[in-house]
């Protein structure tokens, strides 16, 4: 099998199953990937499109072809040499009729054998909650769907079970009370039956016992109509009201309307998502339980990486880590030969802050390279801009700084769709108070101010603070949070932040005797760091990156907003850092969860080097598409904000082919904006929100997009958009040509989203997971195109898929040397020397040299091709130290060789291409 060197990620479902991706593997292998990166396989919910919503982790997804087909395409990438890395749900399940531990769960309760398995809180203040489970998921309030008759008893006569149905919800009833329903016939033999199921009130193992008499009613219904007992619990009649209300009361589960699961929620969940309900994975029956077929898959050889999904909503990230390495580590043994490995890759899917790095002691090999996007796009942005479209964007949307924009988000959170799990760590915390003689007197009222300020101002997405207290890594990110709630708090509040830092970390639960106080304390911390990620998260992914738009391209997940651009030495201390410590990190541009494609966020960039010219054709757009707008009684729509947000992304993602004369190509784009825009309206939450949808407010943005882009009135305002797209689309080509070029010869191993082979203008998901045309990717490939015609005819795309493969193939060539070659930042001297970004990879037997332009829009001029003009560097030039001369080296495309001496001129060595890789072979 080859070495890990690149991986491809694949989106899969129903449309595109394991057996649509064995005959691309010729194709992927040629491009120079040595392993695909598969989305999760185990078994989703029906027409899943991205797999994260499983409901059995113990088969592989009949809808992607089950495990013959996974088999199948494992056995067509051993034919070519590659390896499979397969992406785990660790954190969530699916919970619903499709899910049989969740059915079990709701039908038998704390009596389940699955009762622990899910994170529930089963004890509750409210009397209403006391021993249920609260299931948000009706259309109403409770009361007034049982009174519409939208609560329907149902009888399942093949398995002799009863449950109650809403739309697409069946909520089991429990066998002990199939009695409430049989002891109304007229047959004394299916009474008889129904006095059985009550005895399973008491019985021992009654889940055990329960199938069995299921069975006999099952035979029973065939000569009695179990069916005629059912109008009886219609809730439209006073009697069937009462008859069902009264079954449902005796369930383990409570029914709630949707909205009532902010406030009381008593389960975790995948964020505020009710279909996703939390594990308790670090419960030893859990993690077996739900890692058993992976483990299978990885011992047999069928699989041959992991990446561990959302690893920050696990109760305990670093002890998960190290059990699922040291499990995987001894499986390594019982493969079969022919997929032997050495090491076996696990990633973990984690945002890091601002100087925030992945704790060493977990044993993982890295992330899966969020925080490479955000370097690279640091990288590409001319801080000249920054005030210039601050300026713009504060004046004419009057939001904001980006800092205090996240602050709020956090406050509406945590006050709206996690209200419930805020309300929950505070009660933890409550507890923790009345445990202690000096703090009982703390009164909820101050926990929950000094909670709520503590976790505004959280500058990371969570800590991991253990038995043994906050880790030394973890305390300024601490103190961060505290010292800016002290400045929120009035004095009177800060004892109870200083109890907070003691309580969070400050005095380990390792200190406290064994017991009740220790029990509470730690739970406490628990809850607390599975509140912070997901305010995050919400905050700052689905908030303030759909509110604060000064710069689109610097809004994604992963990225520091609140910084525009960074100098090259900065790029060049994280590359040393990753090679040191963890030198296998996946390096991505694109993922499923990106908000826009990566070259649509590099053709942004281009934008920081023209802020004025920005600034001027907004302020023309907006004089002409006034009579667009429409006034409301809210307000103009779209608002002024909304509007620079829609006009940026139609800078981004003007396709590059589009026709304004063709109406059916400007229909289809239309479309995805308008899907989008609905999106980025409600993400906001503004004037418009998920929960509570504006239908007036949205209709009036959806109709200026289609008036802006389909009435034939409005031919000078879209023409001038078109027009300023295509102005930076060549710089942004580039741009994007040098990203491409700097994942695949950095420090880690590169990663290529699904079709990003040609040019990605994609916006937020689902637009993003769109099927691809592997078909003319694998064409273009086999085609034998000149450097001189790949870069005439660029808006194709193929330059970007040409580049990957030379460069993907002078990997495969050099292992060692890029995966363990010295990493050193090359000096740049002359004219231009801000403009390029330059360093080498140097190793025993082989010595790289990489460069690539940035900040270059100037240098490009009217160029038509993203190739910036050999004169134009003048006499921009790389000093070369001992370790890189003289010697002779061969850059990518070329057909002769570079000899190089003390320097090394742009002029000759980005002669041919926009980017290059040297590399000599001593």
């Known amino acids: 099998m080859k070495p890990l060197s690149a991986t491809l990620r694949l989106q899969f479902h129903a449309g595109f199953s394991l057996d649509d991706a064995v005959p691309l593997v010729p194709y992927f292998s040629r491009l120079g990937i040595s392993h ?46 590659m390896g499979l890395i397969l992406d785990i749900v660790s954190n969530h399940m699916a919970v619903g009729s499709d899910n049989p531990w969740w059915q079990d769960l709701l039908t038998w309760g704390r009596r389940s054998r699955y009762a622990t398995f899910f994170d529930i809180q089963w004890h509750s203040s409210d009397p209403l909650l006391e021993g249920q489970l609260l299931l948000p998921f009706l259309g109403s309030d409770y009361g007034a769907v049982l009174q519409a008759g939208d609560l329907k008893l149902r009888f399942d006569s093949a398995r002799g079970s009863f449950h109650v149905q809403h739309h697409e919800h069946r909520f089991p009833i429990s066998p002990t009370d199939y009695g409430q329903i049989l002891c109304l016939s007229d047959s004394t033999e299916v009474q008889a039956l129904g006095m059985r199921f009550v005895a399973l009130h008491s019985a021992m193992q009654a889940a055990d016992k329960a199938p069995g008499l299921q069975q006999e009613l099952a035979a029973l219904a065939i000569e009695y109509p179990i069916d005629h007992l059912l109008p009886a619990f219609d809730g439209r009649s006073t009697e069937g009201f009462e008859r069902l209300h009264g079954l449902l009361e005796s369930q383990a589960y409570r029914l709630a309307s949707w909205r009532t699961a902010a406030d009381d929620i008593n389960w975790r969940r995948f964020f505020d998502i009710n279909e996703l309900g939390g594990l308790r994975v670090e419960r030893s029956e859990v993690f077996e339980a739900t890692h058993h077929m992976l483990f299978e898959l990885i011992r047999r050889g069928l699989v041959d990486g992991l990446r561990i999904d959302h690893i920050d909503g696990l109760a305990d990230p670093r002890g998960y880590c190290r059990k699922l390495r040291r499990r995987v580590d001894r499986l390594l043994a019982e493969r079969p030969l022919s997929a032997a490995l050495d090491h076996f890759p696990i990633y973990v899917e984690k945002i890091l802050a601002a100087n925030e790095q992945l704790h060493s002691d977990w044993g993982m090999d890295g992330t899966t390279g969020y925080e490479f996007m955000n370097q690279v796009s640091l990288l590409q942005h001319d801080p000249t801009g920054e005030a210039i479209l601050g300026e713009a964007w504060s004046a004419l949307s009057e939001r904001p700084g980006f800092a205090e924009e996240v602050r709020l988000a956090r406050q509406q959170v945590l006050n709206g769709s996690l209200a419930g799990d805020f309300e929950s760590v505070a009660q933890a915390l409550l507890q923790v108070a009345r445990d202690d003689l000096m703090s009982r007197d703390l009164t909820l009222g101050a926990i929950r101010r000094a909670l709520q300020a503590l976790v505004e101002h959280y500058p990371v997405y969570r800590t991991y603070l253990n038995a043994a207290g906050r880790p030394v890594e973890d305390e300024a990110f601490f103190q961060h949070a505290l010292q800016g709630a002290r400045k929120t708090l009035g004095e009177g509040d800060w004892p109870v932040l200083d109890a907070l830092q003691n309580w969070l970390g400050g005095q380990p639960w390792r200190r406290l005797p064994a017991g009740r106080a220790r029990k509470h304390l730690r739970h406490a911390c628990i809850r607390f760091q599975q509140l912070t990620s997901p305010t995050a998260a919400k905050a700052v992914e689905d908030t303030a990156f759909y509110r604060s738009a000064l710069l689109l391209s610097r809004n994604d997940v992963g990225f520091d907003a609140e910084r525009f651009s960074a100098p090259v030495e900065d790029f060049h201390q994280v590359c040393l850092q ?160 040098g990203q491409c070029l700097l994942r695949m010869t950095a420090p880690g191993v590169p990663d290529v989203y699904q079709g990003n082979e040609f040019w990605d203008l994609s916006l937020v998901d689902p637009d993003n997971r769109r099927a691809v045309d592997f078909a003319e990717r694998r064409q273009a490939l086999d085609e034998s195109t000149s450097t001189a015609q790949l870069l005439q005819d660029w808006r194709n795309g193929r330059v970007k898929q040409a580049l990957i493969s030379q460069v993907l193939e002078r990997r495969l060539d050099y292992p060692e040397l890029f995966a363990e070659g010295r990493y050193l930042p090359l000096e740049v001297r002359g004219r231009h020397a801000e403009r390029v970004l330059a360093f080498a990879r140097v190793g025993d037997s082989a010595r790289a040299i990489v460069i690539v332009p940035r900040l270059a829009c100037a240098l490009l001029a009217d160029t038509p091709i993203p190739l910036i003009p050999a004169q134009n560097w003048d006499d921009t030039h790389l000093l070369l130290p001992s370790a890189l001369s003289p010697a002779n080296y061969t850059g990518l495309f070329a057909s002769s060789a570079v000899t190089t001496s003390k320097e090394l001129l742009l002029s000759a060595v980005l002669r041919e291409f926009p980017v290059n890789v040297l590399i000599d072979h001593a």
Request: charged letters at 20%.
């Open 578 to 737: 990753r090679q040191h410590t963890f030198p296998l990190n996946l390096l991505s541009t694109a993922t499923h969860d990106h908000k826009r494609g990566e070259d649509s966020r590099a053709r942004l960039a281009v934008l920081s080097e023209r802020s004025a010219w920005l600034v001027s054709r907004v302020e023309h757009w907006r004089e002409l598409a006034a009579p667009l707008r429409t006034e409301l009684a809210d307000g103009v729509a779209p608002a002024p904000g909304d509007e620079w947000l829609l006009y940026q992304t139609l800078l981004g993602s003007w396709p590059l082919a589009l026709d304004e004369s063709d109406p059916v190509a400007l229909r289809t784009y239309v479309q995805r904006l308008q899907q989008w825009q609905r999106k980025a309206l409600r993400e906001a939450k503004l004037r418009s929100s998920w929960s509570a949808p504006n239908d007036v407010y949205e209709q009036a943005c959806l109709g200026f997009v289609e008036a802006l882009l389909l009435d034939p009135q409005n031919q000078q305002l879209r023409h001038s958009i078109a027009l300023a797209a295509q102005s930076i689309a060549c710089a942004g080509a580039l741009n994007s040509l």
């Open 36 to 81: 695909l990166y598969a989305s999760p396989l185990l078994s989703a919910r029906p027409g899943s499109m991205h797999g994260y919503d499983v409901v059995d982790p113990t088969r592989i997804n009949p809808e992607l072809g089950g495990e013959a087909a996974l088999i199948r395409l494992v056995a067509a990438l051993r034919q070519h040499g």
